[in-house]
């Protein structure tokens, strides 16, 4: 029947499986990009007693010593793709 | 499979009077205007460039085109082939990169596609480009007025995380109400000490629209500022082309007080040719001691460096000849 027909080319066409798919490609510099916003707000959470003003607002810098902690990447945040 | 007219195949056509009957035959449906079809057709380059002329006309807008189905699926970059195609002819050089990568497999076939069905030639220097077709980065190089940036979109709308009602979506675009943007941006502030949107940087557009500029990280977003090349950004799953045209302002939806920052990471160069200059990925370290290393995500860029580097280093050691590069 139709409703059949039009639920097997949405769920099984070549349109359906795109966007699971491409985490398959690439995606350095997506990663790069979060993980240094990750690193800002660290940055910025450790010198909150201090004003933050060298370590956030210089344009181009992003200082962090603890560049060896485990990095936890949000899945809300941004949109990989 | 039907046919033009109701007529069933095996009944000959009555092309003139009765008597001269012949078949009809697959060259009888065929339409004639179209030489040398390639993926798209007359009419889908006819639709995507008046989507395109649309967008540069209106930037920062997104126009609804009609997506054909491509042989790349859907969310691996169908949007902006789909522009290329409906630009590019035999005379035009294509470069397509993919993360600021030339070799990687994915440009590699997206460069194949185009240019084995368009006839354009292919090249991996921004230099001897026509039109640059690239997934989530702007090339190192200086990109000229002359040459085109197409951009691959995952997803074109820069409210999606605000508002999901896409009647109310399109009011607040048509109003310039993007006031739950800066409410989220600032909550963001003040949650988390620092903006933390990395790629996809909302920008403000011409002073009127918002624009999500694609998965490029913050160090490519004033790159787009008064540029004077076109980028075109094509979403193929959604549907929409946008555009910044040449020389266009291209501000990135910041606090007064809050300059935009981009990725720094001191003392990171790249481990091939020494920049720090340039946009730096990192390998993971493959064993748990190692330091990680960082690459230059331009190679093309990387490369050239490379090459400049070892000519000047040659030129300087046979120093009896003279005159070096």
């Not at chain 2, 075109?232 to 910044?244: C, K, N, Q, T």
């Amino acid at each position: 029947s139709e409703l059949e027909q039009s639920i097997l080319m949405t769920t099984d066409g070549l349109d359906a499986t795109g966007f699971l798919e491409h985490l398959k490609l690439p995606h350095y510099v997506t990663f790069r990009s979060m993980v240094d916003r990750k690193l800002a707000v660290r940055a910025a959470r450790s010198s909150q007693s201090t004003p933050d003003d060298d370590a956030t607002t210089r344009n181009r810098t992003d200082g962090d010593d603890t560049a060896n902690d485990p990095v936890p990447v949000d899945p809300r945040e941004g949109d990989c793709a | 499979m039907t046919t033009l007219d109701d007529r069933p195949l095996n009944q000959p056509a009555l092309d003139g009077p009765p008597g001269s009957e012949r078949r009809l035959t697959v060259d009888d449906l065929v339409d004639d205007n179209d030489v040398e079809v390639g993926i798209l057709d007359e009419h889908a380059k006819r639709d995507l460039r008046r989507a395109i002329l649309t967008a540069v006309c209106v930037p920062g807008y997104q126009v609804p085109f009609g997506s054909r189905e491509m042989p790349v699926a859907r969310g691996w970059g169908s949007g902006g082939l789909q522009i290329t195609l409906a630009m590019v002819d035999d005379s035009d050089v294509v470069k397509v990169i993919d993360q600021g990568d030339d070799e990687g497999v994915n440009a590699v076939n997206l460069r194949r596609l185009i240019c084995s069905t368009t006839g354009a030639s292919e090249t991996s220097e921004v230099d001897e480009a026509t039109v640059i077709q690239t997934r989530h980065r702007i090339p190192e190089d200086e990109v000229r007025s002359d040459q085109t940036l197409v951009l691959q979109v995952p997803v074109p709308e820069p409210l999606r995380g605000v508002e999901r009602n896409m009647a109310e979506l399109s009011r607040m675009h048509a109003e310039a109400d993007y006031a739950r943007m800066w409410v989220s941006l600032y909550e963001d502030k003040v949650r988390n000490g620092v903006i933390t949107k990395s790629t996809g940087y909302p920008c403000l557009v011409g002073g009127r629209y918002v624009i999500a500029t694609t998965p490029i990280p913050r160090w490519d977003v004033p790159r787009l500022d008064h540029a004077p090349f076109l980028s075109l950004f094509g979403a193929g799953r959604e549907r929409r082309i946008y555009a910044v045209p040449p020389d266009t302002d291209v501000e990135p939806l910041t606090f007064e007080d809050v300059p935009f920052e981009v990725e720094r990471t001191p003392g990171a160069c790249c481990s091939l040719c020494g920049a720090t200059e340039a946009f730096l990925v990192e390998i993971p370290p493959s064993a748990p001691d190692d330091d990680a290393r960082w690459v230059c995500s331009d190679t093309a860029w990387c490369r050239r460096r490379r090459a400049r580097a070892r000519a000047d280093a040659s030129g300087t050691a046979t120093s009896s000849t003279g005159g070096g590069q």
